[in-house]
């Protein structure tokens, strides 16, 4: 293994820069370094105006992702020996609007987060009773795949959906939403129709399922859509017979 | 300026508690949340091991008391923890009624676990990302709130304070570089804790001690500062962290020889299964001190990122670390190529959290009227010199919720709005901050190497191990780091999100913290779990059993007083793990 490795970073900024410009770092090659750690060398010893995202670099936060040699990654998770000898370029996530450098805004997905009511919803308050909910192994099985969900925006920069439409509520969203619609203690799934069971919902997507082999977490948004558009088709059907056939 | 009714800084689980817990007590309040980063980046992100509360028919709130009580070496003041220990059950059923995916038992009731030191198993988890499930599901919930108004990826840079009053704070918009104040009648610090002055932690990069250098600065003293908790299971390198929930699954530690060491350290005796406190269910303190013995004496192995024991999962099997230490599993093979299914974990101890900060009283009050702290960044103290794992998720809903009514009541009785001497300070500080920091191109060291020295620095003059030499030391580094600090570069002049504004404001920050760390721990002769002095071995109750306090003084330098604990139903004694 070479002891050094290129990496090709975006620099972007929009006080000065009229559009976005390649700069090139060598950094150091090590066993152990993830992408994030040759972003952290080169701000810390080469060049202090780099800017990016990131905290936890255990893959939990889901600040970190960016586009490493044309896919969407997780920096803090992808590791700067599997491009050896490089060179690595190392991109803004697409899809979303560059504030500076490596930074994108997200404020679009943020916007329609509170659309989906990612909470539990009852129509009993219980208020604080003194037991639990109960909620069987099986029951949590049914959903906990979609609970997983980082909010790390790797599904939106792959989805060839959300590039020209970009009111698609979204893989992650979507696999929010049927988190809770899928949990056996909540009782919203028909407040979240209006939202899933439309154009900008659901059936915007294609499936093409580039979202679930982007997802770091193993969430599988592609599946959690292709199940709703089962559930809103035979709903919608049903909401066509007779009140006692439904 | 932008005005609310209560301005909460910080996203994590102690800032969404709290601000839940205002709109619910008074649905008229108007909340501002402002963070530095999205809420569901917050450090809470990352707890693995679980909650403790007492839900179990054999399990009693004095029970849970005492094990927080002989675990805090009879630092904490046990008012405060038989508050906690009360309301930390209802928290987690609130927790779960709001959607937390607690893991179960077969019939569907909420599962515990066992933890260090505790002597029952009443530790709630959601698999091994509890802190994840808890922050997620906390800020979906707070989507639900129309009062509360978000300014995410906002950075806090100064309190504001009229008449020993606090009226809000003034903080920078990344994105925009725009600088504001955000100005309220009552303000919740729950900023989290300061691991990133230590060079090896499991700490997220934003983990520097922003709100009790805040509150320091505008008059509000800190509590306990020289208890710093060391983890005994980071990986080397990244210092990532190995829940403790996998020693309390059965997962052994092993020095070089394949030995269970923590035998010879009064301890306990190995026994093939888990026994609660005991072994390798102690504390935190002892255990990581154990290390540096073992370490002492030759009994560690040596790898290029520092001397390290194994931690053995093994004999556990796939079965259960893939249901229960799932994520374990997944950070073993990702960040050290290692299958902890066939292979053993290298593992060494680890600056983890921060049993001091901001003090405040069981309301979340601090000295400073308007100002409230919950969280890591506060001490109420129910963690006194050493914390037990799995006591900070339910401490920061306690007290979060507590910190958030209380703000509640005195926002909305308290009717003065802010002045001109507030709107003076602010205007003020956004000078300070264009001056002094947006334009200092012509510097001559990097932030980041100052501070890398200040890490190193606090690992060796206040790490598990201090003694007055080193200390001293250590403070007089700090005193030129802090010079070195006004003279230090920010070549970044761009106002769209100016990461290296952000690292030189965190540092000095930390600069702080450090500084009062040291001055606590110079201050205290004797040792009292994570604070151990070779040159004072051994607990002094009679000087010492008492909280420190830190001001700033006029000088600039911290001030150290004493503060006696409250001792309620348990008189100090001696404390026993294993026997
Ligand atoms: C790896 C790891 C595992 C852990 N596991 C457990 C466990 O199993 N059980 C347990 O009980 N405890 C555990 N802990 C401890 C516990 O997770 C933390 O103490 C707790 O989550 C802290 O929460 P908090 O809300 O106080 O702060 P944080 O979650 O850190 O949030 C701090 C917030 O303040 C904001 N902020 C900070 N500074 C500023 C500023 N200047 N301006 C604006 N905003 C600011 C941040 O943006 C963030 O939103 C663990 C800790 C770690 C590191
Ligand atoms: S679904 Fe997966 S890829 Fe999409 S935001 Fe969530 S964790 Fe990231
Ligand atoms: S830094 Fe948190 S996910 Fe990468």
Redesign the pocket.
């Known amino acids: 293994m070479p002891d050094t490795i290129t990496l090709q970073v975006a620099r972007y900024r929009p006080d000065t820069d009229a559009a976005p410009t390649m700069q090139e770092y060598v950094v150091p090659l090590r066993q152990e370094w993830a992408v994030l750690d040759g972003l952290n060398y080169i701000k810390d010893q080469l060049d202090g105006t780099l800017s990016f995202r990131w905290s936890c670099r255990m893959g939990i936060c889901g600040s970190c992702g960016m586009t490493v040699d044309g896919d969407p990654a997780l920096t803090c998770g992808t590791f700067l020996a599997d491009y050896a000898p490089g060179p690595v370029r190392v991109e803004p996530l697409a899809n979303f609007p560059v504030i500076r450098d490596l930074v994108v805004g997200i404020d679009d997905f943020m916007r329609k987060l509170p659309k989906v009511k990612p909470w539990l919803v009852r129509e009993d308050e219980p208020g604080v009773a003194d037991v639990e909910f109960l909620q069987t192994p099986p029951q949590l099985d049914e959903y906990q795949q979609y609970s997983m969900c980082i909010n790390c925006m790797l599904c939106y920069a792959a989805c060839p959906v959300y590039a020209i439409e970009p009111d698609f509520l979204g893989p992650a969203a979507i696999a929010l939403a049927q988190r809770y619609n899928l949990d056996s203690r909540d009782q919203g799934a028909h407040q979240r129709m209006d939202v899933l069971a439309t154009a900008e919902g659901v059936w915007a997507c294609t499936y093409v399922g580039e979202c679930t082999s982007a997802c770091p977490k193993g969430v599988d948004p592609a599946g959690a859509i292709q199940r709703y558009k089962l559930t809103a088709a035979t709903r919608t059907l049903r909401s066509f017979l007779p009140r006692g056939e439904r | 300026m932008t005005s609310h009714d209560v301005v909460v ?7 969404l508690r709290a601000a839940i817990a205002i709109v619910q007590a008074d649905p008229r309040l108007n909340v501002a949340i ?4 999205y ?1 569901m980046r ?3 992100v ?6 403790a509360a007492v839900i179990a028919a054999d399990d009693s709130l004095d029970e849970h008391a005492y094990d927080t009580v002989s675990g805090s070496d009879w630092l904490c003041d046990q008012d405060a923890v038989e508050a906690f220990v009360a309301e930390a059950p209802g928290e987690l059923l609130q927790l779960e009624h709001w959607g937390c995916p607690w893991s179960r038992m077969p019939d569907g009731e909420v599962a515990v676990r066992a933890f260090g030191g505790m002597k029952k198993m009443r530790t709630w988890f959601a698999a091994d990302k ?2 994840f499930h808890l922050l997620h599901t906390l800020f979906q919930t707070s989507l639900q709130y129309e009062q509360i108004t978000r300014y995410d990826e ?3 840079t100064r309190l504001l304070v009229d008449e020993n009053r606090v009226y809000g704070v003034v ?1 920078i918009e990344l994105a925009t570089g725009r600088i504001q104040a955000v100005t309220g009648r009552a303000v919740v610090l ?4 300061c691991g990133r002055v230590f060079p090896f932690t ?2 997220g990069n ?2 520097t001690g ?2 009790m250098a805040l509150a320091y600065r505008a008059g509000a003293p800190l509590k306990d500062m020289e208890f710093i908790q060391y983890h005994p299971t980071g990986l080397p390198f990244t210092g990532i ?1 190995i ?1 403790e929930a996998a020693r309390a699954e059965g997962g052994w530690l092993l020095n070089k020889d394949g030995y269970r060491y923590l035998q010879d350290y009064d301890l306990g005796t190995p026994s093939p299964t888990p026994v609660l406190r005991s072994m390798e269910l102690g504390p935190r303190d002892r255990v990581s001190q154990a290390f540096v013995h073992e370490q002492e004496k030759g009994r560690t192995v040596d790898t290029p990122y520092g001397p390290v024991v194994y931690l053995d999962l093994r004999h556990l099997g796939a079965k259960v670390i893939d249901t229960k230490l799932p994520f374990v599993r997944e950070l073993c093979l990702q960040y050290e190529r290692i299958d902890p299914v066939h292979e053993l974990i290298p593992v060494r101890p680890v600056q ?2 921060m049993m001091g900060g901001v003090h405040t009283d069981i309301d979340g009050a601090t000295g400073l009227p308007g100002l409230y702290a919950a ?3 506060a001490c109420v103290s129910i963690n006194g010199a050493n914390r037990l ?5 339910p401490e ?1 809903l306690v007290f979060g919720r507590r910190a958030g009514i209380a703000a509640a009541e005195f926002a909305a009785t308290g009717n003065t709005d802010p002045g001109p001497a507030v709107r003076a300070q602010a205007a003020d500080e956004r000078r300070r901050l264009e001056r002094d920091l947006l334009a200092r191109r012509d510097g001559r060291e990097r932030i980041a190497d100052i501070r890398t020295e200040m890490q190193h620095t606090m690992e060796g003059s206040a790490g598990i191990y201090r003694d007055a030499a080193s200390l001293v030391k250590g403070a007089d580094k700090l005193r030129e780091l802090r010079e070195r600090f006004g003279k230090a570069t920010v070549e970044d002049a761009s106002r769209t999100f100016n990461t290296e504004l952000v690292a030189a404001l965190e540092l000095e920050f930390m600069l702080d913290v450090a500084e009062t760390m040291v001055a606590c721990a110079l201050c205290r002769q004797e040792s009292r779990g994570a604070h151990q002095r070779t040159d004072f071995r051994g607990r002094d109750d009679e000087r010492f059993l008492t909280h420190s306090l830190v001001f700033l003084d006029r000088a600039g330098s911290p001030r150290v007083e004493y503060l006696p604990v409250t001792i309620t139903r348990w008189p100090p004694a001696e404390r026993v793990y294993g026997r």
Do not use: R
């Not at chain 2, 402002?34 to 980063?37: G, L």
């Open positions: 800084v910080g996203g994590g689980g102690a800032g402002v963070s530095k980063v809420p917050s450090h809470t990352s707890a693995e091991g679980g909650a509890t802190g906002w950075y806090v903080a729950c900023t989290g804790g499991t700490n934003i983990k922003d709100g962290l829940t983890h959290y969280g890591e960044v794992g799995s006591n900070s998720l920061l």
